[in-house]
């Protein structure tokens, strides 16, 4: 014989317990019983300062809410069309009365929606209201970047957006993303058909730029880039080119740059200091740490390096973890 349990009857400071301790799937499913449970969630969530929520318009739309290394499926999005044959309940979200089952495919909840387009900004303004916090991730195809566009249109900024999974775009959508995309982190996964860079471009101030399979990069566009970290996967630049960006540098250009990273054939980047920049030359003799969510460097090894006239120090090094050239400013460092 099995009995349900009045979850909503019980005093407020036992069910705020109960609150800290369900995970937010859990919670995203028990604020869909009523409005009253949606309400008593959003009261007694405690945010973590490291949630982060996360819209995937990739190849299955979905809601998730990543807190520290945490991962946590909200809710699926699929049209109608795709209503599975398991049994189905119906929730309302936001006004609008949709059915939802459990996926096994998936192993998460999938809402079906006449419009799939609008199930999804509906589904990530109601987990977003829930959680009392906004987007802070948005990846994206080039058939869905109306994605982005619709956050940035709902919250002043965005701090992540991620193009793609490897796949292949259309040169001018591939530029397009490039230059409008306001997201202070920016992340390009993808190939684009047209290989030539285009004739003018221009680049938004970003915190971190990556740029990832495609080839189309030279140095005048690294120069351009104002960003504190820049990643790049280009083979095909030269050791003139490293230098003559380096001298930029020297020079006071890209002055906000605290990373650098370009994945390309390995050099000795002791000897390519040495040979090619003795005026400027330091030798670094601490290891450090350079700590970031998006680029991978382990430790820094001591090394040589190259001294700015106004004090500035950058670390130049080969990063054995991702094989890339890179260079490091610190900020605590001045001669």
């Not at 959003?42 to 995937?56: G, I, T």
């Not at 190939?191 to 030279?218: A, C, D």
Request: negative net charge; aromatic residues 14%.
């Amino acid at each position: 014989m099995s009995s349900t349990f009045p979850l909503l009857r019980v005093p407020q400071v036992v069910f705020s317990e109960i609150v800290q301790v369900l995970t937010p799937t859990d919670l995203t499913l028990l604020a869909l019983c009523s409005r009253r449970a949606f309400n008593l969630v959003k009261s007694f969530w405690k945010k973590p300062k490291n949630a982060r929520l996360q819209m995937d318009g990739r190849y299955r739309f979905h809601a998730a809410i990543i807190i520290g290394y945490m991962y946590y499926d909200l809710l699926h999005v699929s049209s109608i069309r795709n209503i599975p044959k398991c049994p189905v309940e119906f929730v309302e979200i936001r006004g609008t009365k949709v059915p939802i089952g459990y996926d096994r495919t998936r192993t998460s909840f999938g809402t079906y929606w006449e419009d799939r387009e609008f199930g999804f900004k509906t589904v990530m303004d109601f987990v977003s209201e829930l959680f009392s916090t906004d987007i802070h991730t948005v990846e994206f195809l080039y058939d869905t970047y109306w994605c982005f566009e619709w956050v940035q249109s709902r919250q002043k900024t965005v701090n992540r957006a991620c193009l793609g999974d490897g796949i292949h775009i259309e040169y001018l959508e591939y530029h397009k993303i490039l230059e409008n995309c306001t997201a202070e982190n920016l992340i390009l996964y993808a190939f684009h058909f047209q290989e030539e860079s285009p004739k003018q471009l221009t680049f938004k101030k970003r915190n971190h730029l990556s740029i990832y399979k495609t080839y189309w990069v030279e140095v005048k566009h690294l120069i351009m880039m104002d960003c504190v970290e820049i990643v790049i996967e280009q083979p095909f630049l030269e050791i003139w080119d490293l230098v003559e960006f380096l001298k930029h540098w020297l020079n006071g250009g890209n002055e906000k740059l605290k990373y650098l990273s370009i994945k390309r054939r390995y050099i000795d980047t002791d000897e390519f200091c040495v040979r090619e920049f003795p005026e400027n030359l330091i030798y670094l003799n601490e290891e450090r740490e350079y700590e970031s969510e998006l680029v991978q460097t382990g430790v820094i090894p001591k090394g040589y390096g190259l001294k700015r006239n106004d004090g500035a120090v950058a670390s130049i090094f080969w990063n054995y973890l991702d094989h890339s050239f890179a260079m490091y400013v610190p900020t605590d460092i001045t001669i």
